[in-house]
Structure formats: structure tokens, C-alpha cells
């Protein structure tokens, strides 16, 4: 059984191809300093003068040096090549699991990023090669045995096949352990980091210990599964030692039956000596082929996964350049909030038209359906054949960096990245220079910022730290509304603001020029007058949209700040 064939990234591409050529270069000079070798051995032997003997020991000194500095290079160069490949994979499968709407939990993920790419790493520095520098090394030895004598390169070609047929037969069987072992892996980081992050409920629930006995449990199935594909590992690197063995026992009775010269033999030992590292090396070029087949079976589909989602992005990019700014196209439009075709959990959702300034309550029996139908407003999730318009401009169509200055979203659920308070804020529109002090005062951080030591650059780490889970949601809140984007969504994030969350929300309810979407767990207590958009109520296509108006007080205010 082998691994579907999937798109996956190509080694040999870019300055790996510079890299793979001098791997291959290495190969070459080591087989060209083994032939050296074993000729100069076998004319060190048979010489009959001083001269002969002194250049001969100068070629069999020199080979020596060669092999120690090529075999020097081999390994750097190995490792060169697989870091860069591992590294631009690592990169494709973080941005998958930043950019997929469903992406796989985080032990799978931290799983995927350590032992599969691990095994992407062995195939492509120690198995590899192998290849490109053994089997080189291997051919030009079979060939300097010929060249002593042909019954000597058939003693070494014999074991050779043997092993080649060996190896064949073990990888199917390598292929399905490391599959199995893999799986069993992937099970254990997905209930070491579940329950890592559930440790708080496990120790006030008092069971430590079950779920101790339950990863130790885990664990005793993947250390099952290791010694099983142990036992397949083992038998390919023994069939690569006994393959070495046997063509130095065959030279050796070769030489002994057929009567070829002391000096041929001599120097087809040295031959089988120096081959016999890269012969062994060949049981775990299979063991290593298997495991990356293993492993490519896994990463292939998240990969291509992702590479469909920059794609789309170059497109998007592509359409709405630097040229394109985010303004309104139509002075009617600006500001305006246009949603419709939605169909969320199978169910369609009524249009809504929103003007500068109103206030929107998403409200159904079904908390998850008020959630999931905020996350297409946002941006964040779509529905095939559901369209936002935003100031003109359709969410669906535009590129990350230009949807993100248009919308403004925080959630309860929404984890604080690791950087600065003041890349915090900024994370929609990390070039702004607008200095984040007025937002700050908007969702009511200043004094709190004020009392850290590195004030709007202290550092927040593990979510969010060190500000309180109220302190969290508020600078969310400030994210989201920082540079008063059109549209600002927010989902159950009123009723976690902390003490004086709801003066909060009552200043940003009669100041905020743009249209605010919310779903709350305590919609009674948001501020009145609000537009509520009844997520049950279907209507059928082209029926009669929710149109919403900013109330009074925000209508005069705007009025005001522009006077």
C-alpha cells in the first residue's frame, strides 16, 4: 500500500535544486575516491619500484582525506536541504491551520508540525542521501571491481541484489506500521493538550488520576505500536549489515577458490570496506522512505488545503490592488451594511440593509446559529452564494488586508495572540501610526495600560496576560473598533466586560458612527432603541429585507461631531 498520489511541495525547487546538486557532487568525489582507492591499493602491492610505491601511497593518503572531507560535506549539506524543505512545509501547515474555518485541534496540529515533519526531515536528510551519494559509490565500486577482476564484482553484486530484493519486500509492511504508529501518536498529543488545557475543571473535579491512568493508557498503545514497526526497522538495518557481511565473506572465498591475485583481493576488500557504510545506510533509507510516505499521506491534503487558500488570495490580491483603496464607491453607499442570501445550519436568514450609526440585535432560539451567522458578517466563515456588502465593497471577494479595515469583530471566545498591548489594538491595520491612547479610553484600559510598568508595550503572553478576562474582552473590543471601521460585529461580548461593562456599551451604543451587529446572552440589558434582526423569521428570496437606522441620539451626535 503507498501514499495517494497528492500535490505536495517539490524538493527539487529553487536554490534546493543548487543544494541537491551539490549533494549529488559529494556522491560522485566519494566514488571517484573510492575507485582511487582500491586501484592504488592493488598497484601499492603489485609495485616493483620505489616510485610506483611512493605515488601509490600519495593517491591512497589523498583518497582518504577526500572521503573525510567529503563525508564532512554530505551531512551539512543533507541537513541544509531538509531544513529549508521542512521549513517552507511547517509554514504551509501553520498558515492552513490560521486560514481553514475547521481546522484539526491543537495536539493534532503541534503533532503534525513535530513527528510528521520529523519524518519529512529524516527522509530528505538521511534518506536521500544515501541515494544520490551511496548508490553512486556503490556502482563505482561494482564497476573498479570489474576492472581487478569480474568474478570479484559478481561476488559483491550478489549480496547487493539480495538486498535489493529484501527491502522491497519489507516496505509495505514498514509503510503500514508507520501509519499505524503515527495514528496512535496524533490520538496521544490531541489528549495530552486537551487535557493540559482542561487542567483547572480536572483538579476541581478531582480526577488527576483518571486521567492520568487514561494518557498513560495512550501512551502504552503508541509505545506498542513503536516496538511493532521496531521489529520491520530492525530487519531492514539487519539485512543491510548481513548484506556488507556477506560481500566480504565472498571476496574473500572468491579469492581463496578462484586463485585471483593477492593484490586484487586486497584491494576488493578495501572496495567492500569502504561500501559497506553506505550499504548499511540503505535499511534506513526504507525505513525513512515509509515513514515520510506515512507522513505525506497526512500532510498532502491540509497542505494543498492551504495552497487553494493563498491562491484565492493572490486573486483577490490581485483584483483589488494597492491602487484600489477601501473607500466607498458611491457617496450613498458609504457606510452601508448589505447582507444577503444567507443560509445558516440549512436555514435561510432574512436580508438585511443597515445605514451608518444603527444598532442591530441577531437574535434566534439557537445560540450557535446567532454565532455562525455573525462569523459570515464578519468575514470570517463563508456560505457559498452569501454576500456581505460593506461601503460598497463585497466581504467575500476581497483579500484579508482589505476586509479587515472594513470589519471590526470580537467574540467571547476570541484568545489574545503573544505580542505587545499595542500590536494588540493595532492587529487590523498593523501600519496605522494612529496612536491607540483614544480607543483605549473608549472601552476604558487607559488607567489599567497607565499602571503597567511597560505601559503600551507590555507584552501579553498565554492568552492574554497579565490584564483579567474582562480586561481581555475589552481590549477585543478596542481591536474592533480601532480606526472606526464600517462595521463592527460582536458576539456575547457585552455581558463579559467586567464592572462598568454596561456604561461601556451605552457610550459606544450613542457615539459610534458605524453599524454595530450584536448577539448577546442578555439582549434585554443592551441599549434601546436596537434593530432586531429575527435569524428564524425566513423569508423567502427577495422578500422584505431588516432595515435598520441609526437612533436619535446617534444621528444628533454624528451631527455634531461633524459641525
Excluded: K
Amino acid at each position: 500500500m503507498t501514499a495517494p498520489r497528492t500535490d505536495f511541495p517539490p524538493l527539487w525547487h529553487g536554490r534546493r535544486r543548487r543544494q541537491l546538486l551539490g549533494l549529488v557532487a559529494t556522491g560522485v568525489g566519494q566514488a571517484v575516491c573510492a575507485v582511487a582507492t582500491a586501484l592504488a591499493l592493488s598497484a601499492l602491492l603489485a609495485a616493483g619500484s620505489r616510485d610506483g610505491q611512493v605515488a601509490s601511497t600519495v593517491v591512497l593518503g589523498a583518497a582518504a582525506v577526500g572521503v573525510g572531507v567529503l563525508r564532512a560535506q554530505e551531512r551539512v549539506r543533507a541537513e541544509r536541504v531538509s531544513q529549508d524543505y521542512v521549513r517552507q512545509l511547517r509554514r504551509g501547515l501553520l498558515g492552513t491551520a490560521l486560514t481553514t474555518e475547521q481546522g484539526p485541534g491543537l495536539g493534532i496540529t503541534v503533532a503534525r508540525t513535530t513527528n510528521d515533519l520529523s519524518a519529512v526531515r529524516n527522509w530528505v536528510a538521511l534518506g536521500i542521501t544515501p541515494l544520490v551519494v551511496g548508490v553512486p559509490t556503490i556502482v563505482a565500486a561494482t564497476v573498479a571491481l570489474a576492472v581487478l577482476d569480474p568474478l570479484l564484482a559478481a561476488a559483491v553484486a550478489g549480496p547487493m541484489l539480495l538486498l535489493a530484493g529484501v527491502l522491497t519486500a519489507l516496505a509495505r509492511p514498514a509503510f503500514r506500521r508507520s501509519r499505524e504508529l503515527r495514528r496512535r501518536r496524533g490520538r496521544l498529543a490531541t489528549a495530552v493538550s486537551e487535557t493540559v488545557t482542561a487542567a483547572r475543571t480536572v483538579r476541581a473535579g478531582g480526577g488527576e488520576r483518571r486521567e492520568l491512568r487514561n494518557l498513560d493508557r495512550l501512551s502504552g498503545v503508541v509505545a506498542e505500536a513503536a516496538v511493532h514497526r521496531s521489529r520491520v526497522a530492525g530487519a531492514l538495518r539487519g539485512a543491510s549489515a548481513l548484506a556488507s557481511a556477506l560481500a566480504l565473506a565472498a571476496v574473500a572465498v572468491v579469492g581463496a577458490w578462484f586463485e585471483v591475485s593477492a593484490p586484487a583481493v586486497a584491494g576488493a576488500l578495501t572496495i567492500v570496506g569502504l561500501v559497506a557504510g553506505p550499504v548499511t545506510d540503505l535499511g534506513r533509507v526504507v525505513e525513512y522512505r515509509q515513514a515520510f510516505l506515512a507522513a505525506r499521506r497526512i500532510l498532502a491534503p491540509v497542505l494543498a488545503a492551504g495552497a487553494a487558500h493563498r491562491a484565492e488570495e493572490r486573486r483577490r490580491r490581485q483584483r483589488h490592488g494597492r491602487a484600489h483603496q477601501v473607500t466607498a464607491r458611491t457617496r450613498s453607499q458609504e457606510g452601508v451594511v448589505h447582507a444577503g442570501d444567507l443560509a445558516v445550519r440549512s436555514m435561510p436568514v432574512r436580508e438585511l440593509v443597515a445605514v451608518p450609526g444603527a444598532r442591530v440585535l441577531a437574535r434566534s432560539a439557537d445560540p450557535a446559529r446567532e454565532s455562525e451567522t455573525l462569523a459570515v458578517l464578519a468575514g470570517v466563515t463563508r456560505v457559498p452564494g452569501a454576500w456581505v456588502r460593506v461601503s460598497g465593497h463585497p466581504l467575500e471577494d476581497l483579500p484579508g488586508a482589505r476586509r479587515r479595515l472594513l470589519v471590526g469583530a470580537a467574540t467571547s471566545t476570541d484568545v489574545l495572540e503573544r505580542g505587545t498591548l499595542a500590536r494588540a489594538v493595532r492587529y487590523r491595520d498593523p501600519e496605522s501610526t494612529l496612536a491607540i491612547a483614544e480607543v483605549l479610553e473608549r472601552v476604558g484600559l487607559s488607567d489599567r495600560v497607565a499602571e503597567l510598568t511597560d505601559g503600551e508595550r507590555t507584552r501579553l503572553r498565554r492568552g492574554g496576560e497579565p490584564l483579567t478576562a474582562a480586561e481581555r474582552t475589552r481590549l477585543l473590543l478596542a481591536r474592533a473598533t480601532f480606526g472606526d471601521p464600517p462595521l463592527v460585529v460582536l458576539d456575547r461580548v457585552d455581558t463579559r466586560l467586567g464592572p462598568g461593562g454596561h456604561e461601556l456599551i451605552e457610550r459606544l451604543w450613542r457615539t459610534y458612527p458605524g453599524v454595530i451587529v450584536v448577539a448577546s446572552d442578555d439582549p434585554d440589558g443592551l441599549p434601546s432603541p436596537l434593530t432586531e434582526w429575527d435569524l428564524d423569521d425566513a423569508a423567502p428570496t427577495g422578500g422584505r429585507a431588516v432595515m435598520a437606522r441609526p437612533p436619535r441620539v446617534v444621528r444628533e451626535t454624528a451631527g455634531a461631531s461633524a459641525s
